[in-house]
T-cell receptor
Framework: NAGVTQTPKFRVLKTGQSMTLLCAQD?????MYWYRQDPGMGLRLIHY???????AKGEVPDGYNVSRLKKQNFLLGLESAAPSQTSVYFC????????????FGPGTRLTVL | RKEVEQDPGPFNVPEGATVAFNCTYS??????FFWYRQDCRKEPKLLMS???SGNEDGRFTAQLNRASQYISLLIRDSKLSDSATYLC????????????FGRGTSLIVHP
């Protein structure tokens, strides 16, 4: 089992460029999440999904879009990157939302110049 | 007031010491609680869930105080390898589900 994997691990973008971050899990989890982590801010939920074909907004969704076309994959898109989106992005998955462990991917370090 | 608050620390303790962290939450509808550990430049990993009656896992003890709306983590006989950031997570039930993380408490255990 690979658990939760994220692609890419590092990326540098220029302002206005677009990119997609890929998250994949092989644990057959229904729930998947995208977080960003900034110094002193902790983890903040961007978007989440409660199953294939569904997505919902989290705490900080502006500037991001997501898709969950397959149960095992959760994509995070930045249509027009801004320096404020420089952060470490973590994907996570869980079997159920309540009282259940979230398993995190290794993170993607994104810098927007 | 933030929904979940933690003292960022750092807590600087010698090996063998006992150290405790608290995490306060503002939403009384919160239903489940966890402590995660995050090493530098790594992903968070579950340390332990927090049950209403309190629970222990080796040197780690977690407790929940619903009346005062806080959870705690006690680490006994600290090891150098315990140095990390400890994140509390609070989940609400019903409606839109958003797990809320605290900002984390940094622990440094020195020889």
């Amino acid at each position: 089992n690979a658990g939760v994997t994220q692609t890419p691990k590092f990326r540098v973008l220029k302002t206005g460029q677009s990119m997609t971050l890929l998250c994949a899990q092989d644990m057959n989890h229904e729930y998947m999440y995208w977080y960003r982590q900034d110094p002193g801010m902790g983890l903040r939920l961007i978007h989440y999904s409660v199953g294939e074909g569904t997505t919902a907004k989290g705490e900080v969704p502006d500037g991001y879009n997501v898709s969950r076309l397959k149960k095992q994959n959760f994509l995070l898109g930045l249509e027009s990157a801004a320096p404020s989106q420089t952060s470490v992005y973590f994907c996570a998955s869980s079997y159920s939302p309540f009282g259940d462990t979230q398993y995190f991917g290794p993170g993607t370090r994104l810098t927007v110049l | 007031r933030k929904e979940v608050e933690q003292d960022p620390g750092p807590f600087n303790v010698p090996e063998g010491a006992t150290v405790a962290f608290n995490c306060t939450y503002s939403n009384s509808a919160s239903q489940s609680f966890f402590w995660y550990r995050q090493d530098c430049r790594k992903e968070p990993k579950l340390l332990m869930s927090v049950y209403s009656s309190g629970n222990e896992d080796g040197r780690f003890t977690a407790q929940l105080n619903r009346a005062s709306q806080y959870i705690s983590l006690l680490i006994r006989d600290s090891k150098l390898s315990d140095s990390a950031t400890y994140l509390c997570v609070v989940n609400k039930s019903g409606g839109s589900y958003i797990p809320t993380f605290g900002r984390g408490t940094s622990l440094i255990v020195h020889p």
